[in-house]
C-alpha cells in the first residue's frame, strides 16, 4: 500500500494521521508550519472550554504519538505544491524550503484548518490602532503565560470588555456565519482572569449568547460563581478616552434601550474563523469544491461530513467550517477510517 497522506497537523490532522498509523498504513504527515499542532500551538491556547482542561493535555498526546511512530514521516515547514490524479491515488509534489520531492500516495486527508479573522478589517474598534486592544488570540497567549497586562504601559488592566461575533455574523465584511468558538472562548477568557485575578472587572457584550450544548454551564458558572457581566448590545466604535488613559466604548444597550458609553482598559475583540490559505490552495490542487464561504464541501455534509465525494479525498476539522477542538479530532479519526478503507481496497 502507498503511504496515506495527511495535510495539515492541527488537531484534526494529526488525530488522523495517528489513527491512521496506528492501523498499519504508512502516512505522511504534511505541515506547513515549523511546529505540529495548529493554531492551538501558533497561539498558545490555554485551557478548553467548557470542563477547562489545559490544551496540552489534547494536543500533547497527539503529537507525542506521530513524533514516536515510525509508520508517521513528518514533513515540517513543508506544502504541496502540485496533486495529479492517478489510476488509485495521487502522485504529489513536496516544496521544503528549495528542496522538491515526489510522491504516490493512496488517499489523502485534507485538514488545513482556519485562519482568524483580521480585526483589522473591523477599523472602527480601532485594532492595530490601538495598543490596548488586543484579539482574543492574543489574549490567549497572555493567559497562557498569566501576565495579563496593557501592551500600552505594562500595568495590570481594572476593566476588561469582550466584544462578540467580530468578523462573525457580518454582512459587511461578508462573514455571515457563526464562528461557534467566539462566546465560549471570550466566557471561559473572562472566567480565567477572574480566577486568578478577582480584582479585574469583565464585561462582555454580546448580540446572542452561544454556547451549545454542554456549553451552556459555563455561561451559567461565569456570572453566578465569577461575576462576570454581560451587556446585549452592539459596540459601534472604540476611541481614546479623555485623557488618554483608557479606551471609550461607544455604542448601544439593547435591552435598556439606551446609548452606552463605558471606558474600559483593555478591549478584547472575539474574532471569527475564515478558510485558511491551505484550505483554499487544498480545493484547487485536489479539486474538492467549496461552499459560498470557502470552506471545503463535503458530500453529504449532514450524513458524512469526512467524504468529499471526490475517490481519495477525504476531509477533516475546520477545514469544511468552524468547529471545537474535540469535534475536529474526532472527525479526524473519522476521516482516517475511511481513508484507510479506500487505500486497502
Not at 51 to 68: C, F, Q
Not at 282 to 294: D, I, M, R, T
Not at 339 to 345: L, P, S, T
Amino acid at each position: 500500500m502507498n503511504p496515506i497522506l495527511v495535510l495539515g497537523a492541527g488537531p484534526a490532522g494529526l488525530s488522523a494521521a495517528a489513527e491512521i498509523a496506528e492501523l498499519g498504513a504508512p502516512t505522511i504527515l504534511v505541515e506547513r508550519e515549523a511546529y505540529l499542532g495548529g493554531n492551538p500551538k501558533r497561539w498558545h491556547y490555554s485551557l478548553l472550554a467548557p470542563d477547562l482542561r489545559p490544551s496540552d493535555e489534547i494536543l500533547g498526546p497527539l503529537i507525542a504519538k506521530v513524533e514516536g511512530n515510525p509508520r508517521v514521516e513528518l514533513h515540517r515547514s513543508t506544502t504541496v505544491t502540485k496533486a495529479e490524479r492517478l489510476p488509485k491515488g495521487f502522485r504529489v509534489t513536496l516544496k521544503t524550503g528549495d528542496a522538491l520531492e515526489t510522491q504516490e500516495v493512496s488517499a489523502v486527508v485534507l485538514a488545513t484548518g482556519f485562519d482568524h479573522f483580521d480585526s483589522r478589517r473591523k477599523f472602527e474598534y480601532g485594532y492595530g490602532r490601538y495598543p490596548d486592544v488586543l484579539d482574543f488570540k492574543e489574549l490567549e497567549g497572555m493567559i497562557h503565560d498569566d501576565r495579563v497586562l496593557r501592551p500600552s504601559d505594562g500595568k495590570p488592566p481594572r476593566r476588561i470588555a469582550w466584544i462578540l461575533c467580530v468578523g462573525s455574523r457580518d454582512l459587511q465584511v461578508g462573514n455571515p456565519w457563526c464562528c461557534r468558538m467566539g462566546c465560549a472562548v471570550s466566557i471561559k477568557q473572562a472566567v480565567e482572569i477572574r480566577q486568578k485575578h478577582p480584582e479585574i472587572d469583565a464585561y462582555v457584550y454580546y448580540m446572542d449568547i452561544r454556547t451549545y450544548g454542554l456549553w451552556e454551564d459555563l455561561y451559567w458558572k461565569s456570572m453566578q460563581e465569577y461575576g462576570v457581566k454581560f451587556i446585549r448590545g452592539r459596540i459601534g466604535q472604540v476611541t481614546i478616552a479623555e485623557g488618554g488613559s483608557q479606551l471609550l466604548a461607544t455604542g448601544e444597550d439593547t435591552i435598556l434601550r439606551r446609548p452606552t458609553e463605558v471606558p474600559f482598559d483593555m478591549i478584547v475583540l472575539a474574532s471569527g474563523m475564515e478558510p485558511g490559505t491551505g484550505t483554499q490552495e487544498a480545493a484547487a490542487l485536489f479539486g474538492v469544491p467549496v461552499g459560498p464561504e470557502g470552506f471545503l464541501t463535503p458530500n453529504l455534509s449532514d450524513m458524512n461530513p469526512v467524504d468529499s465525494g471526490l475517490p481519495g479525498v477525504f476531509l477533516a476539522g475546520a477545514a469544511t467550517g468552524p468547529k471545537a477542538i474535540p469535534d475536529s479530532v474526532t472527525e479526524g479519526m473519522g476521516a482516517a477510517l475511511r481513508a484507510y478503507q479506500y487505500a486497502r481496497n
